[in-house]
């Protein structure tokens, strides 16, 4: 409740949720994922009428998840470059960032071992967004994760849908998020001994995607799912 400037009367401002600012509605998904395919990716099979023939996107659970619209190609490191590729599209260049020893090569990129296998083409999905594992390990979140999808190569292409939720994370109530499916080898050296990681930085105003040790937990981070 606040007063009117000119007559002193109490007025009520009406708030949006947090939830309708940060996240984009299934409606502007498609038409992002549309002009995504059209100015990036140029791929045959993501048409309009192959996101209609989907049927109704699932409902979205409380707490800090989403519904999001994915395309996976069937090949990890592919879809993990081109979802960054979207990425950089829809904040621009100057507003992302790689570390430059994440490469998008097999030899720098996989999933790990007993990650669930992602259909391929296009697909609707609920995706927790590190809440639930803040805090914790990406080692343990793994052996915590079951028969769940952990998040994996979808990670970048949220920030692409969901530009709003990207910049607003804090590394608090809204954590950087984890790719527990994914193992990163840095530079394509040694042992797959890191995990992806999407952040924000507000010092550079930048999302960014690092990796960090799978055995190291972070405060400020939390492993993704989906389902």
């Avoid at 028969?147 to 950087?176: C, R, Y």
Wanted: glycine residues 8%.
């Amino acid at each position: 409740m606040t007063k009117c400037k000119e007559c002193g009367s109490d007025i009520t401002i009406k708030k949006e949720s947090k939830s309708k600012k940060m996240f984009s509605t299934p409606k502007e998904q498609i038409a992002r994922m549309l002009e995504i395919n059209k100015e990036v990716w140029k791929d045959k099979k993501i048409t309009e009428k192959a996101i209609k023939a989907l049927g109704k996107p699932p409902r979205c659970p409380k707490g800090l998840y989403c519904v999001s619209l994915f395309y996976e190609t069937g090949n990890v490191v592919k879809t993990f470059k081109r979802n960054w590729e979207a990425a950089v599209y829809v904040l621009g260049e100057d507003k992302t960032w790689k570390w430059s020893s994440i490469l998008f090569d097999s030899k720098s990129v996989k999933s790990r071992s007993g990650a669930k296998k992602r259909p391929k083409g296009l697909r609707w999905a609920i995706c927790e967004l590190g809440k639930v594992h803040q805090g914790k390990s990406v080692a343990d979140v793994r052996l915590e994760l079951n028969n769940t999808m952990g998040m994996g190569q979808e990670l970048p292409f949220l920030a692409a849908l969901h530009p709003n939720w990207a910049v607003a994370m804090n590394g608090k109530d809204i954590p950087f998020v984890d790719a527990p499916d994914l193992q990163v080898a840095p530079d394509a050296r040694g042992e797959f001994y890191y995990a992806p990681c999407l952040g924000f930085s507000r010092d550079d105003g930048r999302v960014e995607l690092i990796a960090s040790h799978v055995e190291v937990p972070g405060s400020y981070w939390g492993s993704g799912s989906l389902r």
